[in-house]
């Protein structure tokens, strides 16, 4: 196995351009399935998010799905282009919710690159992206900067 | 028989959460339970959320990128930590609003086991929502010898306490 043959081969972070806008090719359908999931998945004990007789009540109707997982869905959309070569995930910034997100809904997710730094280490540079979620109304649900160590073209040969 | 009513007349609330009046500036919450990472939480929230790094999800990947064995999704140290917090800081309900300042300290480990802690940084009443009021907390994730792997600002709504129920 060579590193270099498992991941893509135009996602270096010699292939990042500043004020490059791409469009992410897959889209996801949020279900049932991912939000009751992930949110009990990972603690969240919000039933807001896995009580739909609570909702029913509410102004919403229904059970919304959790904003960390749209976040996790949307920076996963954006991934397999803007991460599968990296060396660490740096932190995140700016992470705001536009409107709720409900079963059903479909998520596709935008990039755009907002900075490049050398940083301190010879095999990768750090990236900033922007991101955001769209829904299949075309609606902005989701945005949020994301910082990123990618690896230099090369890098793992010569490790 | 026994019946839902009769239930309902004898039974107390037994409650969860706090209200917006519950929070000040300064105040401490050392969160619940603490969570081990598990192979199984990382490669299924990896392959739900379609994040496909292979560390995440392929053991010789990241052993060659110099990791002692999987690593956990960054997403997934992330909603864990926020997870863990919710009971105290936000189950009682009202819109998350957003995350500011998030920053992964280092790469996590699978196996390793998560523990949260927050404190309130700010409290304001909202202009359009009376019945709510706007809190901002500095939630900190840490490991299991109190390294810190995660910190964030987290901005939400939350309700304040019904008129009459008192404390």
Same mark, same amino acid.
């Given at each position: 196995?060579?590193? *270099?043959?498992?991941?893509?081969?135009?996602?270096?972070?010699? *292939?990042?351009?500043?004020?490059?806008?791409?469009?992410? #090719?897959?889209?996801?359908?949020?279900?049932?399935?991912?939000?009751?999931?992930?949110?009990?998945?990972?603690?969240?004990?919000? +039933?807001?998010?896995?009580?739909?007789?609570?909702?029913?009540?509410?102004?919403?109707? +229904?059970?919304?799905?959790?904003?960390?997982?749209? #976040?996790?869905?949307?920076?996963?959309?954006?991934? +397999?282009?803007?991460?599968?070569?990296?060396?660490?995930?740096?932190?995140?910034?700016?992470?705001?919710?536009?409107?709720?997100?409900?079963?059903? *809904?479909?998520?596709?997710?935008?990039?755009?690159?907002?900075?490049?730094?050398?940083?301190?280490?010879? *095999?990768?540079?750090?990236?900033?992206?922007?991101?955001?979620?769209?829904? +299949?109304?075309?609606?902005?649900?989701?945005?949020?900067?994301?910082?990123?160590?990618?690896?230099?073209?090369?890098?793992?040969?010569?490790? | 028989?026994?019946?839902?009513?009769?239930?309902?007349?004898?039974?107390?609330?037994?409650?969860? @959460?706090?209200?917006?009046?519950?929070?000040?500036? @300064?105040?401490?919450?050392?969160?619940?339970?603490?969570?081990?990472? =598990?192979?199984? &939480?990382?490669?299924?929230?990896?392959? %739900?959320?379609?994040?496909? /790094?292979?560390?995440?999800?392929?053991?010789?990947?990241?052993?060659?990128?110099?990791?002692? @064995? $999987?690593? $956990?999704?960054?997403? %997934?140290?992330?909603?864990?930590?926020? @997870?863990?917090?919710?009971?105290?800081?936000?189950?009682?309900?009202? $819109?998350?609003?957003?995350?500011?300042?998030?920053?992964?300290? !280092?790469?996590?480990?699978?196996?390793? =086991?998560?523990? $949260?802690?927050?404190?309130?940084?700010?409290? !304001?009443?909202? &202009?359009?929502?009376? !019945?709510?009021?706007?809190?901002?907390? /500095?939630?900190?994730?840490? &490991?299991?010898?109190?390294?810190?792997?995660?910190?964030? %600002?987290?901005?939400?709504?939350?309700?304040?306490?019904?008129?009459?129920?008192?404390?």
């Amino acid at each position: 196995m060579t590193l *270099d043959s498992l991941t893509g081969s135009n996602n270096y972070f010699e *292939d990042f351009t500043v004020g490059d806008v791409y469009r992410h #090719a897959r889209g996801k359908t949020v279900t049932e399935m991912d939000n009751v999931l992930i949110t009990n998945l990972v603690m969240n004990t919000a +039933q807001g998010h896995f009580n739909e007789d609570s909702m029913a009540r509410t102004e919403f109707g +229904q059970r919304i799905t959790f904003g960390g997982i749209t #976040a996790a869905m949307v920076i996963g959309l954006a991934s +397999q282009d803007t991460g599968e070569n990296a060396i660490a995930e740096l932190g995140l910034d700016g992470i705001t919710f536009r409107s709720p997100v409900f079963h059903g *809904d479909t998520l596709y997710a935008f990039t755009e690159v907002r900075a490049k730094e050398n940083g301190d280490r010879p *095999d990768g540079g750090i990236v900033e992206f922007a991101h955001w979620g769209v829904n +299949q109304r075309d609606e902005v649900v989701f945005e949020g900067v994301r910082r990123v160590l990618v690896r230099r073209r090369g890098a793992a040969e010569r490790r | 028989m026994t019946t839902a009513a009769e239930l309902r007349s004898r039974a107390t609330l037994w409650p969860k @959460g706090n209200y917006f009046e519950d929070f000040a500036v @300064g105040k401490v919450f050392e969160h619940h339970w603490g969570r081990t990472l =598990t192979e199984s &939480d990382n490669i299924q929230f990896s392959a %739900l959320t379609l994040n496909y /790094h292979p560390a995440y999800f392929n053991v010789p990947y990241a052993r060659a990128l110099g990791h002692p @064995g $999987a690593v $956990a999704n960054p997403m %997934l140290v992330f909603l864990v930590v926020f @997870g863990l917090s919710v009971e105290d800081l936000s189950e009682i309900g009202g $819109a998350f609003l957003g995350v500011r300042a998030l920053t992964f300290h !280092r790469p996590v480990a699978v196996g390793e =086991t998560l523990t $949260a802690r927050s404190t309130v940084t700010a409290v !304001r009443e909202s &202009d359009s929502r009376p !019945r709510e009021g706007i809190v901002t907390w /500095h939630t900190e994730g840490f &490991d299991e010898h109190g390294e810190l792997l995660i910190d964030f %600002l987290r901005t939400n709504l939350i309700s304040k306490r019904p008129n009459g129920d008192l404390a």
